[in-house]
């Protein structure tokens, strides 16, 4: 009888528990970072925290199906990807509401809270990145991981690019406008995943 590991099942057993060691370690980090972002948010007063606490709920959601895809078949991760973009697109919805907001209710965020914070998260999310890179291609399911995570680090550069104008101008403006441009990235994001999802659904089951 040949070697388990000479045939396809056995490397994808292999794959499977590695992606599932991968995903629960970013999950719990998402997690963590997603409560202190969020106090951190609201003691500053900043849309650009509480969008990007908002986007770290997200992730750890995203990141516990993704757990629950790695050992179904194409088509159930697809479904989990397609689900993945309509999360993706309801925080995108969430933070154009909060840019509303805050252009009719202006305050002046701590912009020292909001640029420590956001390079704590920066460090999170790289970690993040980097424990995700070597599984970047090797399905949909963690695709559309990846796509999450490196919004992530986009958005964490975002918020402290945010602190620093709001230090400069004392002016609520730059985190406003940081809410908007991560509104935009979340729905870019999210058609992408979408696509995707979809395009992966309409495929003849094998």
């Known amino acids: 009888m040949a070697d388990c590991c000479e045939n396809k099942a056995c490397a994808l057993d292999a794959l499977r528990e590695r992606?599932?060691?991968?995903?629960?370690?970013?999950?719990?980090?998402?997690?963590?970072m997603f409560a202190v972002e969020l106090m951190?948010?609201?003691?500053?007063?900043?849309?650009?925290?509480?969008?990007?606490s908002l986007d770290n709920l997200g992730d750890a959601l995203t990141y516990g199906m993704s757990l629950y895809a790695?050992?179904?078949?194409?088509?159930?991760?697809?479904?989990?990807a397609l689900f993945k973009?309509?999360?993706?697109?309801?925080?995108s919805l969430f933070v154009?509401?909060?840019?509303?907001?805050?252009?009719?209710?202006?305050v002046v965020p701590l912009y020292e809270t909001m640029g420590l914070v956001s390079l704590l998260a920066l460090l999170a999310n790289g970690t993040c990145l980097a424990l995700l890179w070597k599984h970047r291609k090797e399905d949909i399911n963690m695709s559309s991981v990846w796509e999450c995570s490196r919004n992530d680090?986009?958005?964490?550069?975002?918020?402290?690019v945010a602190a620093g104008g709001v230090a400069l101008t004392h002016s609520?403006?730059?985190?406003?406008?940081?809410?908007?441009?991560?509104?935009?990235?979340?729905?870019?994001?999210?058609a992408k995943v979408l696509k995707g999802?979809?395009?992966?659904?309409?495929?003849?089951?094998?």
């Open 153 to 160: 680090i986009a958005a964490n550069i975002a918020v402290f």
């Open 19 to 32: 992606q599932s060691a991968t995903l629960k370690i970013v999950l719990g980090i998402n997690a963590v």
């Open 70 to 80: 790695v050992s179904r078949g194409p088509r159930s991760k697809a479904k989990v």
């Open 172 to 190: 609520g403006w730059p985190d406003i406008l940081v809410g908007l441009a991560l509104a935009l990235l979340f729905l870019k994001s999210a």
């Open 85 to 91: 973009g309509v999360l993706i697109l309801l925080a």
């Open 197 to 206: 999802a979809i395009v992966e659904l309409r495929l003849p089951a094998s």
């Open 96 to 106: 154009l509401s909060q840019v509303v907001y805050r252009i009719a209710v202006p």
């Open 40 to 52: 951190a948010g609201m003691m500053a007063g900043s849309t650009a925290l509480l969008s990007d």
